[in-house]
């Protein structure tokens, strides 16, 4: 059963000090490149900064990730390497670490594994940012609560923005190569903290759940994970540009993958309409507030050029009161865009080439932010995940939902079905209009998909140019 030590008070958590606060013991490890001298707190064992590749600087600061260069003696593990180069510090980064750092050498990996493991599920962890920003480093990823119920959590750091996804004489996705790499590290050295190489999710949020599905497609990929979790990891059926198209412009901040033909030999989405993908369980889903990430002046003008004012008057009908002005319909309609309609649609190819998929709508608002939030925000279910809930007052409701979504989590990690007591059965998605999900809110349950006929819409007149959506499209 999974153990869960929230029965009070999050704020209370700052005045009193749990019992295996002091438990803290120095571990040693060997891996690729020598040894690492890690910690054990509490019954978790923890390791952090790893290299998993060689720095990407000089010479080797605009190719594919090369092998770990070896070190001499004994390397501390007891802190997290430095944040790949981004526009501004990220969030949530304790300010006495490496990670408070920008530096290109940051090609690392961290893992918190149950002690005395043996052949442990494996989880591996993608952040978000929009392959612009963000770090392994975030509070809200500690693997801590993995570890208690029976994994082991790795996280790592990849090239971002122009570094990682801008072409260089000809090379792209290096920070996709990056990812990969990781991913062959933990294949070659996770045995060591007892994990199980041949039991592997890889998960994302965001940017990281798209980069999960493009790993789906990805060749180079395959093997390296058994299944997957995609948080917000929509990409709004957007044409993905090739390595000839980006080459002639490179706007700054570049991060968008490509069709380089050597990682990416088509569009991602191309590949799921042809069933060219890894055949492996996958669950997927939204938030019921993405819309979010409109800030807060949402404007239907202009929000997806393929939408007609017609389209748009059809929208408001069919969402209903939902979309009770301009602003509230902007942010549905950005929502089911980007983010549900490719959902729904993934679910339903990964079911149709005969692997269980899982679809779920995030629609919880903290108690302590209810009446302040209208939604679940883009990156809400993440303190849920990761059961590292913000310092707020904290109530049954919210221990509850996170009990669910991390419970989910857990189970598929160990048996390839979200199995859990608090979101009783969740069943696999099925293409046609009784296709169901997982909806969380203050008491998971299973329900009918919602808004089937604005997904609908949105899907026939925004995949443009994906014959499999094309051909099938019934909306006039």
């Known amino acids: 059963m999974i153990r869960h030590m929230r029965t009070w008070l999050i704020a209370a958590m700052t005045l009193a000090v749990a019992p295996w606060a002091k438990a803290v013991e120095p571990l040693r490890a060997h891996v690729q490149g020598g040894s690492v001298v890690g910690i054990v707190d509490g019954g978790v064992e923890i390791f952090k900064g790893i290299p998993y590749a060689a720095p990407p600087t000089g010479p080797l600061r605009a190719v594919l990730p090369q092998p770990v260069v070896p070190w001499a003696g004994e390397r501390q593990a007891d802190d997290f390497g430095f944040s790949c180069p981004q526009r501004s510090t990220p969030r949530n980064v304790p300010s006495d670490s490496r990670a408070a750092r920008l530096d290109e050498d940051c090609l690392t990996v961290n893992v918190w594994a149950p002690a005395a493991a043996r052949k442990t599920p494996v989880m591996v962890y993608l952040h978000g940012g929009g392959n612009e920003g963000g770090s392994s480093a975030d509070s809200y990823y500690n693997g801590t609560e993995f570890a208690r119920d029976g994994v082991v959590l790795v996280s790592l750091n990849y090239r971002l923005g122009s570094l990682g996804f801008q072409p260089h004489d000809g090379t792209a996705n ?54 997957a979790i995609v948080e917000s990891g929509g990409g709004g059926w957007g044409p993905t540009p090739t390595l000839a198209e980006a080459q002639k412009a490179q706007p700054e901040g570049y991060a968008q993958p490509l069709v380089d033909g050597r990682l990416l030999k088509e569009p991602p989405l191309q590949a799921f309409a042809a ?157 046609g209009k009784d296709g169901k999900w997982m909806f969380f809110d203050a008491h998971p349950t299973v329900r009918p998909l919602e808004n089937a006929a604005a997904l609908d819409l949105l899907q026939c007149r925004l995949a443009v140019g994906l014959a499999a959506v094309e051909g099938a499209c019934a909306v006039k």
Not at 204 to 212: K, L, P, Q, R
Not at 302 to 313: T, V
Not at 330 to 348: H, K, M, Q, T
Not at 387 to 411: F, Q, S, T, Y
Request: glycine share 10%.
């Open 275 to 431: 069933g060219r993908i890894a055949h492996i369980p996958l669950i997927i889903g939204t938030n019921g507030g993405e819309g979010s990430l409109l800030g807060s002046d949402a404007r239907t003008e202009g929000l997806f050029p393929q939408l007609s004012k017609e389209d748009l008057r059809e929208l408001a009908a069919l969402y209903g009161p939902e979309a009770s002005n301009d602003d509230a319909l902007a942010r549905l309609v950005f929502r089911d865009g980007y983010f549900a309609s490719e959902a729904r649609w993934i679910a339903a190819k990964v079911s149709a080439a005969g692997a269980p998929a899982y679809l779920y709508r995030f629609a919880y608002v903290l108690a302590a932010l209810q009446g302040r939030r209208a939604g679940a925000n883009h990156g809400s279910e993440i303190p849920f995940v990761f059961d590292r809930m913000p310092p707020l007052k904290i109530d049954d409701a919210d221990i509850r939902v996170e009990r669910a979504l991390h419970g989910c989590w857990v189970a598929f990690a160990k048996t390839g079905k979200p199995t859990c007591e608090d979101a009783p059965g969740w069943p696999r998605f099925e293409p």
């Open 174 to 227: 290096l920070g996709l190569w990056d990812q990969i790499a990781a991913l062959k590290w933990v294949r070659e050295n996770i045995a060591v903290f007892g994990g199980d190489p041949h039991n592997v999710t890889l998960f994302g949020e965001s940017a990281g759940g798209e980069d999960t599905l493009i790993l789906m497609t990805a060749v180079a990929a395959r093997g390296l994970f058994q299944r």
